[in-house]
């Protein structure tokens, strides 16, 4: 069973990773350094670490990574956020992780743009992704208290794009199909 987890860890984990790292970054350009980063110290580890200390300094490295990323995240926030507590941090960081681009879920049917998610994991893809109801009710502390104005500009626009007869729509579906058909969750 060791030896399993050590091949698995170490030889098939982080190619799948970086491999998937990798084509985003044409997508996500400023993903260029953090993947070379992968890709150089995994190669690292694998061609002079002794195998059974692999998955030790595998996990330094995911460790290492994640720190690194989630201490730019929140530099990135409100001064409220980046001055505040860890608590204040775990809440950022739970708007940045509800709050992302999807392919089948983006707030412009013609381009990505990054959308709310109304819960994960049932809510992350197509057209139950972005719920009109969530994201006002959640567009404060999620965008506006982080300092990710940009991204409640964008959500109120779309949703006011798709105004009918005075409602926002329960679900957007991309502003392709719009969806009024929830009379205690459509906002006037």
């Given amino acids: 069973m ?3 987890k050590s091949r698995y860890s170490v030889y098939y984990l982080p190619p799948a990773q970086l491999t998937v790292l990798a084509r985003q970054t044409d997508t996500f350009p400023k993903l260029v350094r953090p993947a070379q980063w992968f890709k150089e110290r995994a190669e690292r ?4 670490v002794p195998s059974y200390l692999r998955p030790k300094y595998f996990a330094i ?7 690194c990323a989630r201490r730019a995240a929140i530099e990135q926030c ?13 809440l950022a960081m739970c708007a940045i992780q509800m709050h992302g681009m999807v392919q ?3 707030l412009d049917p013609a381009k990505s743009i990054p959308s709310l998610a109304a819960g994960l994991p049932h809510f992350s893809t197509g057209w139950a992704r972005c719920w009109g109801r969530d994201v006002f009710i959640s567009l404060r502390g999620l965008f506006l208290t982080t300092g990710n104005f940009e991204g409640a500009r964008k959500h109120i626009l779309a949703f006011a794009s798709t105004l009918k007869h005075g409602l926002i729509p329960n679900l957007l579906d991309s502003v392709r199909k719009p969806r009024y058909e929830f009379g ?5």
Avoid: P, Q
């Fill in 2 to 4: 060791r030896d399993w």
């Fill in 45 to 48: 580890i694998k061609a002079s």
């Fill in 61 to 67: 490295l995911i460790s290492t990574a994640y720190k």
């Fill in 78 to 90: 409100s001064e409220f956020v980046s001055t505040g507590h860890d608590f204040t941090h775990n």
């Fill in 104 to 106: 089948s879920a983006s």
């Fill in 184 to 188: 205690d969750s459509s906002s006037r």
